[in-house]
């Protein structure tokens, strides 16, 4: 499977903070997971958003760390909050672009534009905790990915998915453990988890590659809202300065 270059190893560019005589520069094309990732996905679709969490940080992560310490030598009087605002703007014009980023349609099309979403939306995240001066390399932050795009419900199963997906990588790199399931029911399974993660329904997507035109109007405003709803969680969890997402209560 082709996909949008990776998108490591290249710091994001900051931002000032804007104001009325200087407008934000339009966003640039949404970059998508690497082709590694996808191919990790592919071959083991359960735990698709797990993989994707563990890859985020260890790729996004220093990116997000940069930007956050760009931003703050060039502003220095910049606030927490003005930096997050930088970043959730950024990011969910970008979200509103990724639903025509592949150019394919029928599945593999919704595939690929709900992986370059949730790609979107994590690198989003990271780069809100980084604003809040939360360490975006951390391996908490794939936790906190996973519960803020509501793949689980706590920190607690989000983690003990984290070590299995973690687990089957490692095996997969030593014994070549890759699935050999018919590839329709593979990209079907591919796809409905990544839209569980990136919060659009995979109803949704597929309608949106499906109908003529429906795909502009339908995907970015699913993209942009499930985006905009994210971002507003981020910095719940990190204008608090929490490192991880907060457990549940016991009664």
């Known amino acids: 499977m082709t996909d949008t270059p ?23 094309a949404p970059e998508g997971p690497p082709a590694r990732l996808w191919d990790r996905m592919r071959d083991d679709p359960q ?14 992560g220093p990116e997000a760390a940069q930007w956050a310490a760009r931003a703050r030598a060039e502003h220095p009087g910049v606030s927490a909050d003005a930096l997050a605002d930088q970043a959730a ?19 593999p099309g919704a595939v690929l534009d709900v992986g370059v979403l949730a790609w979107t939306q994590a690198r ?29 419900k706590v920190a607690e199963s989000a983690r003990l998915a984290l070590g299995v997906a973690a687990g089957r990588e ?30 659009v329904r995979a109803a949704k997507r597929m ?18 809202s499930a985006t905009k ?13 929490g490192v991880a997402v907060p457990e549940p209560r016991r009664r």
């Open 229 to 241: 709803d994210l971002a507003q969680r981020s910095r719940a969890l990190y204008g608090q300065r």
């Open 207 to 224: 309608v949106a590659k499906i109908v003529p035109g429906a795909a502009i109007v339908l995907g970015t405003w699913a993209n942009s």
């Open 89 to 107: 703007r950024k990011f969910v014009n970008l979200a509103r672009l990724s639903g025509a980023v592949s150019g394919v349609a029928g599945l």
């Open 47 to 60: 735990y698709a958003p797990e993989h994707l969490a563990l890859e985020a940080v260890r790729r996004l």
């Open 170 to 199: 490692r095996a997969d790199a030593l014994f070549g453990l890759g699935g050999q399931r018919p590839l329709g029911r593979v990209m079907l399974h591919l796809g409905v988890r990544l839209a569980q993660m990136a919060g």
């Open 124 to 152: 989003m995240v990271l780069h809100i905790a980084a604003a809040y001066d939360v360490d975006p390399l951390h391996n908490d932050r794939a936790t906190d990915l996973l519960v803020l795009q509501r793949v689980h």
């Open 6 to 28: 990776p998108a490591g190893g290249q710091p994001a560019v900051p931002t000032p903070e804007p104001s009325a005589d200087t407008p934000e520069a339009p966003p640039a």
